[in-house]
């Protein structure tokens, strides 16, 4: 009898060919309009819709989207979007009118907040970590129906750049994570360029389809926030505080990595710093994050060998990943999610931080101020402070009248323990944790005070009381980078 049994490397049956339609030289995935890409998407009602910040208070694309999606009688979106600017007020009249009931990002400033803070939304805001973000897509905890990505430049097929056009932008970091895990990719563009595109920063097989409108936003807009190292006495003795902090901890050495945040007394001290490094003749690894012209500048001077930007924060950055190769872009996964292999934020030495507060167990919130209203978010906050082997927090002992330093925060945004110095004008406050820090700053002559004794000298000097906690139902919750719940706000 014949032996019938199949070799385990028989090759599989292929079948038959036979002719096929040619494909057309001239084929596009250029749509005439909003509305034709929200029809070959499929939306609905209750469809989750996300968005990027890369144009942050310029950004004209999500209010450009929602519109059309009014217009198209849409209820009970899901608006997952990076971040919320005072750029997207009429996001308001949108959540008040049903078309939107939730919503998920990792900072919120401007009306928006106040209208969270407020209970306009039916089910808590959701706020994530920027890592946090990266991480809920790849998971699947995040599905997103629709990502609609602000394009300065695409051409026919969908092949994207961040570095050309009228509203270039630089890096396309939170982009590429949505795009990556989205059902539908629609890219909108001001201007279309022949193809092929180059350079192209998200390639054609990860978009479905390009939609031309007048104008993708701002540019100018990139620029929200302070991008420039404080001058003023008081700032600008913190960020020296901060940066003889960093020298005194021992890791300022070749191949120190570092990150900033982009407010005056971090630039501050990334100056200081830099100083120091010049004088040592130390060049550093890469610095991360959102990138500034002030970073450039770092970079040219030869302090580090390379920048990893998830985002620029200024044009000059924008021309510096354009024309500089030691300038690289990254994903927000790449930079911030928690992942097996690690992350960007996970390989820092060092990161300097802000704080709307700062409690006794070294907690930090950046999500609400004195008042209890929502003026911002974790972003990569949590994250940096997570990963990086020394996070050093600066702030001034009050702001606005509330005190700074409290007894306990309103919100935590960022856990004590991922914390180990506060630096302010009256003195650093060390973790207690982190008793060997603690001993090579005194031995550098650091003017270190208990952390009870800034939130006294807070208290004494503040001109309002910090508001109470809500009692009312959730308005909005906070995750870590692994999604778990860090903190609550409730309505007051």
């Not at 990719?185 to 001001?190: E, M, P, Q, R, Y």
């Not at 479905?208 to 600008?236: F, K, M, N, Y």
């Not at 999500?367 to 906050?381: C, E, F, K, L, P």
């Not at 060997?436 to 004494?460: K, N, Y």
Request: hydrophobic fraction near 45%.
């Amino acid at each position: 009898m014949a032996d019938t049994r199949q070799s385990v490397h028989a090759r599989p049956s292929r079948p038959e060919y036979v002719d096929k339609p040619r494909r057309r030289a001239d084929a596009s995935r250029v749509l005439a309009d909003l509305d034709a890409a929200f029809d070959a998407c499929g939306l609905r009602d209750g469809s989750t819709l996300s968005f990027h910040h890369h144009l942050r208070n310029g950004d004209a694309i999500l209010n450009m989207v929602l519109d059309a999606a009014a217009r198209r009688g849409l209820r009970d979106l899901h608006v997952a979007a990076s971040s919320i600017f005072p750029v997207h007020a009429p996001l308001v009249a949108h959540i008040r009118s049903g078309v939107v009931s939730d919503l998920s990002t990792s900072f919120i400033s401007g009306p928006v907040g106040a209208a969270i803070t407020a209970g306009l939304l039916p089910r808590p805001v959701t706020l994530t970590t920027h890592g946090g973000r990266a991480q809920a897509l790849a998971s699947g905890a995040l599905r997103v129906d629709a990502a609609f990505v602000a394009a300065p430049s695409a051409d026919p097929l969908g092949n994207l750049c961040g570095t050309q056009g009228a509203a270039a932008f630089g890096a396309m970091g939170y982009a590429l994570c949505d795009v990556a895990h989205a059902a539908h990719v629609v890219a909108v563009t001001d201007t279309l360029a022949p193809f092929p595109l180059s350079p192209v920063d998200i390639p054609q097989e990860r978009v479905d389809h390009v939609v031309v409108v007048p104008s993708i936003g701002d540019p100018s807009g990139i620029a929200s926030g302070t991008t420039r190292p404080a001058t003023d006495p008081l700032r600008l003795a913190i960020g020296q505080s901060a940066a003889a902090a960093i020298t005194a901890s021992g890791l300022l050495r070749n191949g120190f990595s570092f990150q900033t945040g982009a407010g005056g007394i971090s630039l501050a001290a990334a100056a200081q710093v830099g100083a120091e490094m010049t004088r040592r003749g130390i060049t550093g690894s890469f610095a991360s994050g959102g990138i500034t012209g002030f970073h450039v500048k770092m970079l040219r001077g030869g302090l580090f060998r390379t920048l990893l930007d998830v985002q620029c924060f200024d044009l000059a950055a924008v021309q510096s990943i354009r024309d500089d190769p030691r300038h690289q872009a990254m994903s927000a996964a790449a930079y911030a999610a928690p992942h097996p292999g690690g992350a960007v934020v996970d390989r820092l030495d060092a990161v300097i931080l802000g704080a709307a507060e700062v409690d006794l167990d070294f907690n930090v919130n950046v999500t609400t101020n004195g008042a209890g209203q929502i003026i911002g978010g974790s972003g990569g906050h949590a994250d940096t402070a997570s990963g990086a082997r020394l996070t050093v927090i600066t702030t001034q002992l009050t702001g606005g009248g509330y005190p700074k330093i409290v007894p306990k925060v309103l919100h935590r945004t960022t856990p004590g323990h991922t914390v180990d110095l506060v630096v302010t004008e009256a003195g650093i406050a060390v973790n207690p944790a982190r008793a060997e820090l603690a001993d090579r700053l005194r031995a550098a002559g650091l003017p270190l005070v208990p952390i009870t004794v800034l939130a006294e000298q807070a208290a004494a000097t503040a001109t309002h009381r910090q508001a109470n906690r809500g009692s009312g139902r959730d308005v909005a919750v906070s995750t870590w980078r692994d999604g778990s719940v860090t903190d609550r706000i409730q309505a007051v």
